[in-house]
């Protein structure tokens, strides 16, 4: 069984470590694949998946293409981890949009342009549901008001996810109601040797409250814990302007005395940059929304002879943003 050490440390020893945020409630298995290898192959030291074994397995069948086809860029082994995403039924993380049939008029596409995840058939307007992740850009769209945000609750058991070979597991606590219902199965995930992450948002959270959770949830564990302090969920675009909430938050949870404290929420190539110009000392950032996109518009991602190379460089001068030694 590895040990937390073994796992936490290749995390962070060469400096900000980059993850790749696939969507908590992201289940196109198939492009969740070709990210992880494009990704990984750049250099990427965690792969963060929904909580399903099918996401788990399609995440690590990634991994070990990008191993078979190799690269200068790849970590070593036990890293890239796969990660867990689990969410509170508040946390934005855990929602999918859902179309009120009846409100819907069927006679725009509003959602169709609004939609930056490809989670909107163009034909018929449904909702793609398994390649949504919660943004929330359809419903502002929507003049009839015919959408609304449902939680989706993560189907698998910890036990099967760990059985399937995830390693890591963040929980998005939402506005921190619910937390302590989440002391024992935590535990349990350290004492296997897993690492965890407590994800605290700024928009549900004042950083007095996330430093609190924060400093309650690390002595749940004998190990350390990953904090990842969360601007504006689900929002990365291009520019600063995008990332700045996940700087502050981050530079505010640090001043609180949170140790590892990585970024997300908006996060994008400026992101680390930006934290160094700062001197707000991450110990990683993750990106979700903007590395998914970043790639997605390329043809052939899966054929390594073809739109794979234009998508893996891509995939490293993003990675490189966050630890510029590897560029």
């Not at 058939?121 to 419903?139: F, H, N, Q, T, Y």
């Not at 302590?180 to 950083?207: C, M, T, Y």
Request: net charge negative.
């Amino acid at each position: 069984m590895p040990t937390l050490e073994k796992l936490f440390h290749p995390l962070t020893a060469e400096g900000p470590y980059f993850k790749l945020i696939c969507g908590a409630t992201f289940r196109d298995y198939t492009e969740l694949s070709n990210l992880a290898t494009i990704y990984t192959l750049a250099g990427a030291r965690l792969v963060d998946v929904a909580a399903t074994a099918e996401a788990v397995e399609a995440a690590l069948a990634g991994v070990r293409r990008a191993r078979r086809l190799g690269s200068a860029w790849l970590p070593q082994p036990p890293v890239p981890l796969v990660m867990v995403s689990v969410a509170a039924e508040d946390d934005p993380h855990g929602m999918i949009a859902r179309r009120d049939e009846d409100k819907c008029a069927r006679t725009c596409p509003h959602c169709l342009h609004a939609c930056p995840h490809q989670a909107i058939d163009p034909g018929s307007l449904a909702i793609v549901e398994d390649r949504c992740v919660g943004c929330a850009d359809c419903i502002r769209a929507c003049p009839e008001q015919a959408l609304q945000m449902e939680y989706l609750a993560f189907g698998d058991p910890l036990d099967l996810l760990w059985d399937a070979g995830a390693r890591a597991l963040e929980l998005h606590i939402g506005a921190g109601d619910g937390v302590d219902a989440w002391e024992e199965p935590v535990s349990k995930w350290s004492e296997r040797g897993g690492v965890f992450s407590i994800a605290l948002n700024a928009v549900q959270l004042s950083p007095r409250k996330a430093v609190t959770i924060a400093k309650k949830v690390a002595k749940w564990v004998d190990s350390p814990i990953l904090v990842q302090a969360d601007g504006q969920p689900i929002s990365g675009d291009a520019g600063e302007e995008s990332t700045l909430a996940a700087i502050d938050f981050a530079a505010k949870l640090i001043a609180g005395g949170v140790p590892h404290v990585q970024a997300a929420g908006g996060t994008n190539d400026q992101t680390g940059r930006l934290a160094r110009d700062r001197e707000v000392s991450l110990v990683g950032v993750g990106i979700g929304s903007f590395a998914r996109k970043l790639v997605r518009d390329v043809r052939g991602l899966g054929d390594p002879n073809g739109g794979m190379s234009e998508a893996l460089s891509r995939a490293r001068r993003l990675v490189a943003s966050v630890a510029p030694g590897q560029d």
